[in-house]
């Protein structure tokens, strides 16, 4: 089995990534980033809004990613988990140069992804760019709340362990959030409205 092929087989399993990682890092990070790396981008750029602080936020992430993997039980999705680790990130404001010792590669393998990203899957309407423009301008607490659950996938009792805050808070910030956006948005927007995971997005029905 060619090196492309095998690659390829082990981006339809997490099971199988995780292995790669427990057992040879390096071909795992690789997998890792082919698969989660843009996922995790659209997630940072929306906290962070500007690509140099984005791009520093995966690398932290991806890197602890790594050298964390055996903390990871299977008690939640994989990627929700690697967003917890990212929204730790967030909260602290993690910026030390060299702070990870995982160098990934530049070049990635070409390792196709059929599924769509969080971003992809919110562009399910021309107007969502509404949508993604008024979460943009949300005040950083209620961002983070809004990314992290609609576009991280994170439960509420996840991102209040992750953030340190009472589950009371992220509920209040999450509806404040909602409430901000209704003052920009009204009612659904052709099949997707403003506050539904990005999954859950549909065409309009005629």
């Known amino acids: 089995m060619s090196v492309r092929a095998r690659l390829t087989l082990l981006m339809n399993d997490d099971s199988d990534i995780l292995h790669e990682i427990r057992e040879r890092p390096d071909e795992g990070a690789r997998i890792l980033v082919g698969k989660y790396g843009r996922r995790l981008y659209a997630v940072a750029m929306r906290l962070c809004r500007n690509e140099a602080d984005a791009e520093d936020l995966v690398s932290r992430t991806l890197a602890r990613v790594v050298q964390s993997i055996g903390s990871f039980k299977g008690d939640s999705e994989f990627f929700t988990w690697q967003c917890a680790i990212m929204a730790n990130f967030f909260k ?114 005629p």
């Open 92 to 205: 602290t404001g993690l910026r030390r140069k060299g702070a990870n010792s995982l160098e990934f590669p530049k070049e990635l393998p070409e390792v196709s992804d059929e599924r769509p990203s969080p971003a992809e899957a919110a562009e399910c309407t021309d107007d969502a760019r509404e949508v993604r423009a008024a979460v943009a301008a949300l005040p950083g607490r209620l961002r983070e709340a809004v990314v992290l659950f609609y576009f991280g996938g994170m439960s509420v009792p996840a991102i209040a362990k992750s953030l340190g805050e009472p589950e009371g808070t992220v509920y209040y910030r999450l509806h404040e959030a909602k409430k901000a956006i209704r003052e920009k948005i009204s009612g659904k927007i052709q099949g997707c409205t403003p506050f539904a995971r990005p999954t859950e997005c549909r065409e309009e029905k």
